[in-house]
């Protein structure tokens, strides 16, 4: 069984630009989750989607981040403009049951 | 790598010997809590995972002990293989807030050959 994709695996872009991360869940988990760490802190989380809804976007920074999920499948994670603390590795992860969450490789996002 | 700039504790262990790596949590209402394994360029891996209303679990070569009086986690690494290296996070879940991770700071696992 295949496991969580993501794409792409790096990006470098310069502040001010737009990049869209991907993430392909395990077929079959409703559950998807996003998260990220930043340089010297800890994995953080950014938002939850059930199927294509929404459950949990506390995390979200600010209005620069837009994560969807159409037709409940793959997801992306849209930032607009970059900021240079944007910075950092964006995992996704997913789940049938909300309890274990299988995580991506990342996405390793480097603003200059 | 990503671990550029972020200071973790390390623990470096001779091959074939024991490593515990201790983990503290804040939430004392975290009813689920997770070990995962990140190696050097890929995501956090799943190693175990035990429930509030446990004390001990065990997975192979792998032990995970919960005190939930001082609120501390911990994972126990049996004959300590050069494969074991890696940086290794706790993380605890809480089905009242949407089974979202928090995540520990991790402790890095250095493996002498």
């Known amino acids: 069984e295949a496991g969580v994709t993501q794409f792409p695996s790096h990006s470098v872009i310069e502040k001010g630009q737009t990049v869209t991360l991907r993430c392909d869940p395990i077929?079959?988990?409703?559950?998807l989750y996003w998260y990220r760490r930043v340089m010297g802190k800890e994995i953080k989380f950014l938002l939850h989607f059930v199927k294509e809804s929404k459950q949990d976007e506390s995390g979200m920074p600010n209005n620069r981040f837009l994560a969807e999920r159409t037709g409940g499948t793959y997801s992306t994670l849209k930032v607009q403009p970059a900021e240079l603390e944007d910075s950092g590795v964006y995992f996704c992860?997913?789940?049938?049951?909300?309890?274990?969450?299988?995580f991506g490789p990342g996405t390793r996002l480097l603003v200059l | 790598g990503e671990s550029v700039g972020l200071h973790l504790p390390t623990l470096s262990v001779q091959e074939g010997d024991n490593s515990i790596i201790n983990c503290a949590y804040s939430?004392?209402?975290?009813?689920?809590f997770i070990w995962y394994k990140q190696e050097s360029g890929k995501g956090p891996q799943f190693i175990i995972d035990?429930?509030?209303?446990?004390d001990k679990r065990q997975g192979q070569r792998v032990t995970v002990l919960l005190n939930k009086t001082v609120k501390h986690l911990s994972l126990q690494i049996a004959a300590t293989q050069p494969g074991d290296s890696a940086v290794y996070f706790c993380?605890?879940?809480?089905?009242?807030?949407?089974?979202?991770?928090?995540f520990g700071g991790g402790t890095r696992v250095l493996v002498k050959p």
């Open positions: 939430n004392s209402a975290s009813d689920y």
């Open positions: 077929s079959g988990h409703d559950n």
């Open positions: 993380a605890e879940n809480r089905k009242a807030a949407g089974n979202k991770l928090t």
């Open positions: 992860a997913s789940s049938p049951n909300s309890e274990t969450q299988y």
């Open positions: 035990i429930r509030s209303n446990m």
